[in-house]
């Protein structure tokens, strides 16, 4: 059945997650200008608040699937703040890599710890065939050597799931990805990046010289991927599959929080939104405002519909390449239309606008750029490989 | 609960209405384009599926299966892939015939749902459009003055879809109190039907032109009776519509650009493997793939009988903003091709540009 309508359930979980995000947003302009601090673990606030994720009770057949209930909270999360949360979980995209591709052994030995997952490296981004990074067996070890940046979580998490290639000459084929715990010797954080936005977020750099790991930290043990194929590369990739409706969602919320200012501005000024009414008779704020609603309705709908795939267990790599590039689009649309209707109160830091636009911009450039979206939706349409579309 | 699962029936329907489609609107729409006319053959053939019939409760002579705006914005999309003009002359009776099942009186059901349940194709019509620039169809010129018991009905009507052949007009316009319809037989005195319109896109549609002056109705002719009607539901109902219709020529025109754009070879290679194509096809089909959930989510709000005024408004603006830019950009990849009446994408690009400035002439 078609069905756009919250249960009760899905309702409760998410307005107690809306409730947490009106406490953290508290602190979003604070931790935005103190780049150097980490919002804390959980808020003094937390003990007071239901958590989300046990207000409501059994899950039943009326109830959202768990994958689209994840882009709700996701969504409800960020419209607080992107970084700031009351409770963070413990758990990040290396904790996702490792769900989907590890072996029982290695879940059971990392599934209890917050796993960073790098991949980009200061000369490859969007294309990681091209990481430089290096995995050399000896003996009962792997030697790694290379450098990572952009590592979200990188400095809080206990260990990360790195990229690294066993054979360059194999291209993507050659490509493995290796656990490694923090305080292994060789494995160093440099730095945490210094952003545009998300600027509480923590974007780690990170270094591996001559570091050592058991063989058994290769993610999906030795036999995921037979000799010459790409199966550990693309078991990796699909790691995608469901985190791109997840950031499509965050930077959704975003763009919603700044939609909910800008109506209420609007609302103060005395411009009325008569939807359905012909456009000469809209003043250009209102007809403007309700195109930055459509696109955000648009972006959302195709989130939910990349979620609801993965809950069917059914096969959602273009979608969720269509949600993220749409996502990426509308958030930059949505944050850049709401400070022009704004004018100087959308620029200014005393208000949360222009934070909320930087903060979003992210949403088009990580997990896969608009354009690497784009790619992937065109060889999907065209039947095309990646020696056909580059 | 977000699904976006539809249910076996809907998905029989999808199936049947996409062969129907594929089979015998595609094939037939550039001939009908050209005549500027859609054959009775084509209609009766259409009728057979009982488009219009099936969600009439048995009581006056329908199939009695359940009243769905969302499985009728399934088959409209599917329908209209094939062509859209075709595709709205084929459910036109729904226009009529759906006021009347949802707000008409019961005496209104009575007399008018049987009509639509026959073995011919029987059309009734809306209007609801006036020539007025940017019209806006809550704030119509016609006016429906009181006069005796009845009103009189002054003003003028146009893009009334299969105007040529309806039995009957279905008139929004606004009394003292409000926006109403009105029944009006084609023979009413005052009523004056024009030749069929000539317009940019849509031709096999026949739209007419009407013109009221002091046309007396009853107030049994007024939708709903003495209970009225609510005009903007009506609307919800026709903008949803069309926003499924322009969803399907959406559709389209990107499953006509993408086997072009592998054949055709520029600079040793097919354009489709440069990504200045190639990127374009991937935000064609983003662009089809959202406006196909916000006519599903503004149609579901239609099932569960909740206000989608919002989201009908979203849908149709738009389903309208992005087939027209898609049609825009089907030209572009077929390059010369694009203009050449040899191929639809042409075609598809004037009926984009017609259907984003009407409303009332689908109904699901």
Known sequence: ?390 | MISFGPTEEQIAARDSMRSFATEVLFTKARECDEAGAVPDAFLAQAWELGLTATQIPESYGGFGAVRSPITNAIVLEELAYGDATLALAATAPALFAYAILDQGSEEQKQAYLPLFCGERYHVASLAVTEPSPGFDSLNPATRAARKGRGFALRGTKCFVPMGDRASHFLVVAQGDDGLDAFIVGRDAPGLKISEPEKNLGLRALTTVTLQLEDVEVSEADRLGGAQRADIRRLLNHTRVAVAAVMTGLSRAVLDYCIPYAKERVAFDEPIARKQSIAFRLADMHIETECSRWLTWKAASQLDHGLDPTKAAHFARTYAAEKSMWIADNGVQVLGGHGYIREHPVEMWFRNARTLGVLEAIACV
């Open chain 1, 1 to 390: 059945m078609i069905e756009f309508e919250l249960s009760a359930n899905d309702r409760m979980i998410l307005d107690a997650a809306r409730k947490e995000g009106v406490i953290a947003r508290k602190y979003a302009r604070y931790y935005d200008e103190h780049e150097h601090e980490f919002p804390p673990q959980e808020l003094e606030e937390a003990k007071e608040l239901p958590n989300p994720l046990t207000v409501a009770g059994e899950r039943t057949a009326e109830d959202s699937g768990t994958a689209v209930l994840t882009t709700l909270m996701q969504n409800a999360m960020t419209w607080g703040d992107y970084s700031v949360r009351v409770r963070r979980p413990r758990e990040s995209l290396g904790n996702s890599a490792l769900e989907a591709t590890g072996t029982p052994e290695q879940k059971q030995k990392w599934g209890h710890l917050i796993l960073a997952m790098a991949i980009t490296e200061p000369g490859c981004g969007s294309d990681p065939s091209m990481v430089q990074t290096t995995a050399v067996r000896d003996g009962d070890q792997w030697l790694l050597n290379g450098e990572k940046i952009f590592v979200t979580a990188g400095c809080r998490c206990d260990g990360v799931v790195v990229w690294a290639t066993t054979d360059k000459a194999a291209g993507r084929a050659g490509i493995k990805s290796f656990l490694i715990e923090k305080g292994t010797p060789g494995f160093t954080i440099t730095h945490k990046e210094k952003k545009l936005g998300i600027r509480a977020d923590d974007t780690a750099a990170m270094v591996l010289e001559d570091c050592r790991i058991p063989r058994e930290n290769l993610l999906g043990g030795e036999v995921t991927a037979p000799k010459g194929s790409s199966g550990g590369f693309r078991g990796v990739m699909k790691t995608f599959n469901m985190t791109r409706p997840n950031v499509s969602a965050r930077g959704l919320g975003i763009a919603e929080a700044a939609l909910d200012f800008t109506r209420d501005a609007l609302k103060q000024a005395g411009v009325e939104i008569e939807y359905g009414r012909a456009l000469h008779l809209q003043s250009a704020a209102a007809e403007k405002f309700s195109r930055l609603e459509m696109l955000w309705e648009a972006a959302t709908l195709s989130v939910w519909r990349a979620a609801w795939l993965a809950d069917q267990e059914q096969e959602n790599n273009t979608e969720a390449s269509v949600c993220k590039a749409k996502a990426g689009m509308a958030v930059r649309e949505i944050t850049q239309g709401c400070i022009e209707i704004l004018g100087p109160i959308g620029a200014s830091r005393q208000h949360l606008v222009e934070k909320w636009f930087r903060d979003c911009r992210i949403t088009d450039i990580y997990e896969g750029t608009g354009e690497i979206q784009r790619l992937i939706i065109a060889r999907a349409l065209l039947g095309y490989g990646r020696k056909e579309l580059k």
